[in-house]
């Protein structure tokens, strides 16, 4: 079945310095990749979306680039702000049945310290 | 004014006893979903609703069951609960589930924790 693999557990970054989180995946179609991300005590939101026209998505200084020779949607920042430490999800669309299923990996969670 | 109301934001329950879960979304949108998220299974799909009709399941028990009233609810009833069902519940809505080959962007709610004992 489809999945979503995160390998970083754990993040940790000193302020100004590039963020990059790992994610790869595996589908039997070719889905929509997804970054979520969740600050503590509070709701998962979108942080990006894959395009269909493979255009970067990019929004507060994120941004990631589906590479389907890869199976990668790597979240990258050029420069780590104290307010960007949270929890980051990567899911996909399952499109087997159409459903609105996101399939979600394990999290990165990231830690920027001063 | 919150658009995904999730209520109750807390709920201890003992073990075997039955909950529901209410979620109301004021988006205007036509599908919603539950995700649960615990320790040993950070984001988890559960169900998801389109027009009220279920689209699909995959919680392996029946001892969960949404249900929708209207249009913009989906609550999820959950009986003869057991401790690992302690889990913080997320309901989520999009304007459709899936249109024209695109995945609609999900919204999530403030989540229900959930403590059964």
């Known amino acids: 079945g489809d999945s979503v693999t995160q390998t970083e557990g754990l993040v940790t970054l000193t302020e100004g310095l590039p963020v990059m989180l790992n994610c790869t995946y595996q589908?039997?179609?070719?889905?929509?990749l997804f970054w979520y991300v969740q600050h503590l005590n509070e709701a998962p939101k979108l942080l990006l979306k894959?395009?269909?026209?493979?255009k970067r998505p990019e929004h507060q200084g994120f941004h990631a680039t589906l590479h389907k020779s890869s199976s990668s949607f790597h979240l990258q920042k050029s420069s780590a702000q104290l307010s960007d430490s949270a929890l980051y999800y990567c899911?996909?669309?399952?499109?087997?049945?159409?459903?609105?299923?996101?399939?979600f990996g394990l999290g990165t969670t990231l830690q920027v310290q001063p | 004014d919150p658009k995904i109301i999730q209520k109750p934001k807390y709920l201890v329950a003992v073990t075997g006893s039955e909950k529901i879960l209410i979620c109301e979304q004021y988006l205007g949108h036509n599908a919603m979903y539950w995700y649960r998220q615990s320790a040993k299974k950070p984001l988890e799909f559960m169900f998801s609703?389109?027009?009220?009709?279920?689209?699909d399941n995959q919680t392996a028990s029946s001892r969960f069951q949404p249900q929708s009233s209207k249009k913009n609810h989906l609550d999820l009833q959950i009986t003869a609960l057991k401790p690992d069902d302690s889990a913080t519940y997320f309901c989520?809505?999009?304007?459709?589930?899936?249109?024209?080959?695109?995945?609609?962007?999900?919204?999530f709610g403030p989540g229900t924790r959930l403590l059964v004992l």
């Open positions: 589908s039997t179609y070719s889905p929509f």
């Open positions: 989520a809505s999009s304007q459709e589930s899936f249109f024209r080959g695109q995945q609609d962007t999900q919204y």
């Open positions: 899911a996909l669309s399952d499109e087997t049945g159409n459903t609105g299923k996101l399939i």
């Open positions: 609703y389109s027009y009220q009709k279920l689209m």
């Open positions: 894959s395009f269909t026209d493979n």
